[in-house]
């Protein structure tokens, strides 16, 4: 036991493969209210379809050739991610990954500190989807 050991946890988000995934996600919540259920995505085409021709007309698109493959593209890609949605990834990575110490491996949680503001820099920019670990005794 080393009481004066302390872990500092810091989530990392990647800009672009997170947005893109939370754009996703938007997209899914849009079809959801619309009546397309998580297992509907991959069952009810039809009615997956025309939510999407919806959802598609009323963003202003206009690719009539457009399969509902590319349609679901156009429209993630047109979805603004509020830059506070990504800082709140990292604080949730880091906290799941705190709680999985503290939970699963019995870890004294005092000794355990989250740094929850990623540092993104063009020197470092915010590019893994990871955790970073800090030691110090």
Not at 47 to 58: C, E, F, H, S
Not at 106 to 121: I, K, M, R
């Amino acid at each position: 036991k080393r009481p004066k050991m302390h872990l500092t946890i810091r989530g990392n988000y990647d800009a672009e493969r997170d947005r893109a995934a939370l754009q996703e996600e938007q997209v899914k919540s849009a079809l959801e209210k619309a009546g397309v259920t998580p297992a509907g995505n991959r069952t009810q085409n039809g009615v997956r379809a025309k939510a999407l021709d919806a959802q598609y007309k009323a963003k202003g698109l206009a690719n009539l050739t457009a399969d509902s493959a590319q349609k679901y593209r156009e429209l993630a890609a047109l979805e603004v991610v509020d830059p506070e949605r990504l800082l709140r990834l990292v604080r949730e990575r880091g906290q799941a990954v705190k709680q999985h110490f503290v939970l699963q491996l019995g870890a004294d949680g005092a000794g355990l500190f989250l740094e929850s503001d990623p540092e993104c820099t063009e020197k470092h920019p915010c590019n893994t989807s990871d955790v970073q670990f800090t030691l110090e005794d």
